[in-house]
């Protein structure tokens, strides 16, 4: 099992920024890839990034290239995702999520179904 809990989430003004923050424990050597999705009210959870290790590869949704970066620390067994000139549509409460499954196209990793553990997540607001 690995747990995950995340942080970071707030309020902001659109243009600002915020680091998010995700803590994995338990058997997170079987972690090989995090991914976070965000779900806004009425509408179905989307993916936004996703970093695997060995090797270490991050994909991004076309909606936040460019402005949200993900990164890992691996001795602390967490992972970030900085999100850069906020805009009012990333209003969200972003799910933090962990899978150990391998798949030969990065495609894979912007569906649910690779990660089998998710967060509670965290809510981030982002005022107009």
């Known amino acids: 099992q690995v747990q995950l809990v995340e942080s970071g989430g707030g309020l902001v003004q659109a243009g600002g920024s915020l680091r998010l923050s995700c803590a994995a424990s338990?058997?997170?050597?079987?972690?090989?890839?995090m991914g976070w999705f965000r779900q806004a009210p009425g509408k179905e959870r989307e993916f936004v990034a996703a970093?695997?290790?060995?090797?270490?590869?991050?994909y991004y949704a076309d909606s936040v290239k460019g402005r949200f970066t993900i990164s890992t620390d691996n001795a602390k067994n967490t992972v970030y995702l900085q999100m850069n000139s906020l805009k009012a549509e990333d209003t969200a409460a972003y799910y933090c999520a962990a899978g150990g499954a391998r798949y030969n196209s990065g495609d894979a990793y912007s569906k649910p179904g690779p990660y089998a553990y998710w967060g509670q997540g965290t809510q981030v607001t982002v005022s107009s």
């Open positions: 970093i695997t290790r060995n090797p270490l590869n991050t």
């Open positions: 338990g058997r997170t050597f079987g972690a090989y890839v």
